[in-house]
């Protein structure tokens, strides 16, 4: 196991394949919702983490496992209460943010504010088996990710969920954000 820092508030985990198999089983068997995996992933970042860093602050995590030429690599991300703080030079943000119901979608879409809801660049909403998939890109990086954490996954656009939903998704209709956001939640918001 190899690990990086690659921001003031990301690290990079880089396993291989022997040591995906003697920790999991195997690649396909790395499921953040199985409690073993999760375990094994937690014991991962505590070891990895700078010892200076510690936690002070820090809300939740954003675990993404991207596959590898000779493994694969777990990013971790800390988000904080001020939203997620990225390296300071990224202009373009994209992810995908995978909602099990039309209710939690929905309930994200009632957590954001006005100014978050305009700073979104582009949207584009996909339904893939019996969830939704809500694709956004920003300019800006904002607290979004805080609480779409409360209501579903997110992933970034470049990781193998981007592919799945480009692949597998249906696309119902683009501006999604925007007209979610005017639809049920300004309609429900006026007396």
């Given at each position: 196991m190899k690990s990086f820092n690659i921001g003031e508030n990301k690290i990079?985990?880089?396993l291989t394949s022997d040591e995906i198999e003697?920790?999991?089983g195997s690649y396909d068997m790395i499921d953040y919702d199985s409690p073993r995996s999760r375990a094994i992933i937690d014991s991962l970042i505590c070891s990895a983490m700078p010892k200076s860093s510690g936690d002070q602050?820090?809300?939740?995590?954003?675990?993404?496992?991207l596959p590898e030429r000779d493994g694969c690599s777990i990013q971790v991300t800390r988000i904080y209460d001020k939203g997620i703080g990225l390296q300071k030079n990224i202009r373009?943000?994209?992810y995908i943010l995978l909602f099990s119901s039309s209710e939690d979608l929905i309930d994200f879409i009632g957590?954001?504010?006005?100014?978050?809801?305009?700073?979104?660049t582009s949207s584009e909403l996909y339904r893939i088996k019996s969830s939704f998939a809500l694709y956004l890109c920003t300019d800006k990086n904002y607290s979004f990710l805080k609480s779409a954490c409360e209501y579903?996954?997110?992933?970034?656009k470049l990781s193998p969920m981007g592919s799945i939903i480009s692949?597998?998704?249906k696309l119902l209709f683009n501006e999604a954000a925007e007209k979610l956001y005017k639809a049920f939640i300004k309609s429900n918001k006026t007396p």
């Open positions: 990079k985990i880089c003697v920790m999991f602050g820090c809300d939740k995590v954003l675990i993404e496992v373009k943000q994209e957590s954001l504010k006005p100014l978050e809801v305009s700073l979104i579903g996954k997110v992933f970034n692949e597998h998704g």
